[in-house]
């Protein structure tokens, strides 16, 4: 079996990583040095490939890009790779892209006999490397079966949802609700440094009550450490609240919470701090 990948970064590295260390033919296409070197040093059966036409004869093709348009500029338009894999093959797209676009790349997948399963991924780069990063899959039922040995390497648990839609609204609700809860305990980090409460203590005895979360054992301790490394930076937090808002409008919803947290988001990015990660919200809640 032959398995292509686009987009060995943060997310899509570890699983082109897993893929390769399972004893796997991976061939990807990337253009970072440092992706590619770090790739290749996974084992011997990952190959690096000159065009994403190259992998037109694989039988099960990945990708892990930034946007829906990006995703759709590789598959779809501009001769993208969808006009060239061979009938009856895979396409599995783990990025965190709309429910309309996914619906689009489904349709467009169908009319060329082509496969296609949109596979989220529920947390970060640490657990991706270590093939425990949940998957949250949508598609055809057959496919998902067919394909549940390979998604079972790059990660654990994977869950079948039901069609491509429902996986990625999945995916986008759970960062709505991820992110608005981080914006919200930075802004109780500074309440509890305002009222003279040991920082530590404060993180320590939150998670003793209804105020514990994810987000204050994974970026708690960060925020306290002043350590803003990328992890998941603010600008892609930005796009994916900006997806989530723009999905609850075409189902006649206002996601006012989400609404609001994307508000913060947006002033992080536009004081600089696009790069760094998403809990570098805490600088603009003063």
Known sequence: MKIGFIGIGLMGGPLARNLIRAGKDVYFFARNKEHIEKTLSAGPTGKLVNSTKDLADCDIIFTCLPLPQTVKSVMIEDDGLLNHMKPHSVY??????DPHTAGEIEAYAARKNIHYLGCTLGLGPAQAELAQE???????????????????????????????????????????????????LAEGIHLAQRSGIDTNQFLELL??????????????????????????AVDLTLKDLTLGCDMAKKMN???????????FYKQAKEEGYGKEDC??????LK
């Not at 599995?92 to 892209?97: A, G, P, V």
């Open 92 to 97: 599995i797209d783990t990025s965190t892209i």
């Open 134 to 184: 949940p998957i949250f899959a949508g598609g055809d039922r057959a496919t998902f079966d067919r394909c549940k040995d390979i998604l079972d390497i790059i990660g654990s648990p994977v869950h079948y949802l039901g069609g491509v839609k429902q996986a990625y609204a999945f995916k986008i609700i759970s960062n709505m609700v991820g992110m608005t809860n981080l914006a919200v």
């Open 207 to 232: 998670a003793m009550t209804g105020g514990d979360s994810n987000q204050l054992h994974r970026r708690g301790p960060l925020i306290i450490e002043k350590d803003f490394a990328n992890r998941f």
């Open 253 to 263: 919803y206002t996601a006012q919470f989400t609404e609001k947290a994307r508000d």
């Open 279 to 284: 809990c570098a919200v805490y600088k603009v």
